[in-house]
Each structure stands twice: as C-alpha cells, then as structure tokens.
C-alpha cells in the first residue's frame, strides 16, 4: 500500500501519466494537488490498481497527442471530495470499478468517461458536474438522483487558461455546493460536507 498524504505534483511531464502512474498498486492518497502537469497518455494514469483519492485538486493539466485527466483501467477507484477542472477529461475507465462522490466536475471535454466493453460499473452520488463539453459519456447522466446536481459550482475565482495563479477553487459564499454533499459525510466544522476538494472530514487544507 502506498499512501500520499499532502502531496503536490505541478508542470511534470511524461508519457503515462504525467504526474502519477501505478501499475497494479495499492494506493491512498488524500490531499492531493495535480497541476499544471503535461502528458501524452493522461496525468494520472492507474492499471490493475485499487486507487482512492480523497480531497482531490485535478485541473489546468495538459496534454500532447492524447489526453489530460485521470485515467484507470481494471482495478477499482474510489474519488471523494474532488475539484477536477480545465482537462481534457476529468475521469476517464474501462472495465474499473468507480466510486464518484461529493466531487465537482467542471470546465472539462469530458467530465465522467467510460470506455468498458460490457456496461459500466459507476457509482455516482453527489457530485456536481457542469459547464463540461460532455458531461457524462459511457454512462448514464444521473443529474436529479442520488444528489447528483449540474449547477455552476461558484468557485471564488477559476480561468481556464493554462495557469493557476489567479484560480482559488474553494466554493464562493454564494455556492449552492456548500452543505450539499452526502448527508452522511459531516465537515470539520460539523455541518453536512460540502461538494468538492474543501469538504468532507478532510477538506480542512
Ligand atoms: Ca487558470
Ligand atoms: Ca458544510
């Protein structure tokens, strides 16, 4: 098991995954800030791996030839409390297990991919996805269920533009993300988690 706990990985370049890769690994990583990172075959890119990311920050990630974004094939992922924006494709599988909750999609070609032979194994519950060219592809749009929503997410200021000193991704205080997470998921101050990277019992970073 390999866990990253805090970790910042920012303007790497490689051919498979561009800021992490793992081929049938074990991997925990909470707290985890992706810019900024160039690649041919996706920046975070997991084979064979049982993957769970918690109080994720994917966004302004490039590529060249390919896409940008984070890719898993076979294994499992479990994403938490993720902000993934301005990729190429937020999450993209083929024939993973997915769990996708309290996490913003937003500002992406493709927002929640999947590419398996047989149907899809999604589960999809409050998330917010929006503003993406696709929002869904390979899989059912769940907007109105589950709380999933499709809302803007009211970030405190975003640009897509190949650069990230002006972005702060934090919900404004006019968001309707706040307090619209998984009821049974609580902040750091107690109240009902918020969506994205800030919320959930890790989002106090
Ligand atoms: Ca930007
Ligand atoms: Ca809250």
Redesign the pocket.
């Given at each position: 098991m390999l866990t990253l706990s805090g970790v910042h990985l920012e303007a790497n370049t490689a051919k498979d995954g561009g800021a992490l890769a793992a081929v049938n690994t074990q991997l925990y990583a909470v707290r985890t800030s992706v810019v900024l990172n160039t690649s041919s075959n996706l920046t975070i890119h997991l084979e064979e791996s049982e993957t769970e990311f918690d109080n994720l920050l994917l966004y302004e990630n490039q590529f060249v030839d390919s896409f940008s974004g984070l890719y898993a094939e076979g294994g499992s992922l479990t994403v938490t409390n993720a902000t993934i924006a301005g990729n190429y494709v937020g999450i993209y599988t083929q024939e993973t297990t997915v769990s996708v909750r309290n996490s913003i999609l937003f500002d992406n070609e493709y927002a929640l991919a999947d590419d398996s032979n047989g149907p899809a194994v999604w589960d999809v519950m409050y998330n917010d996805v929006y503003g993406n060219v696709t929002n869904y592809y390979g899989l059912n749009d769940p907007t109105g269920l589950l709380g999933n929503l499709s809302e803007d997410p009211g970030f405190v200021s975003w640009t897509r533009n190949l650069s990230v000193g002006s972005d702060n991704l934090r919900l404004g205080p006019s968001s309707t993300l706040?307090?619209m997470g998984d009821p049974m998921v609580l902040?750091t101050?107690g109240?009902?988690?918020?969506i994205g990277a800030y919320?959930g019992p890790g989002g106090g970073w």
């Open positions: 706040v307090d902040d101050d109240s009902r988690s918020d919320g």
